[in-house]
């Protein structure tokens, strides 16, 4: 999980910490928090352990499951600032 957060965060970085539209944010939250693999104790997806709030806000990022509940975003819309 650790290497998961790491290789994360170094392509966000590298991404140029590009951030999803504020409704594309709502709409990943919203799906991982009524996702089986939420933990709400730790407001963390169980498979990658990231922090979903943090997590759902990065362009580059991508639910860990086989068939992803949301996938990466690539536009030029407007992002949260
Ligand atoms: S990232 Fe995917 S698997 Fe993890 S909590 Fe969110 S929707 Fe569920």
Not at 16 to 32: D, F, N
Not at 35 to 42: L, R
Request: glycine share 4%.
């Amino acid at each position: 999980m650790l290497l998961r957060f790491l290789v994360s965060t170094g392509n966000y970085l590298l991404g140029g910490k590009s951030k999803v539209p504020l409704e594309v944010y709502v709409s990943r939250l919203t799906t991982c928090l009524h996702c089986s693999d939420y933990d709400p104790e730790v407001e963390a997806c169980v498979i990658c352990g990231c922090y979903v709030r943090s997590k759902a806000l990065r362009a580059n990022e991508q639910c860990p499951r086989a068939f992803p509940l949301w996938k990466v975003h690539k536009t030029e819309e407007k992002p949260i600032t």
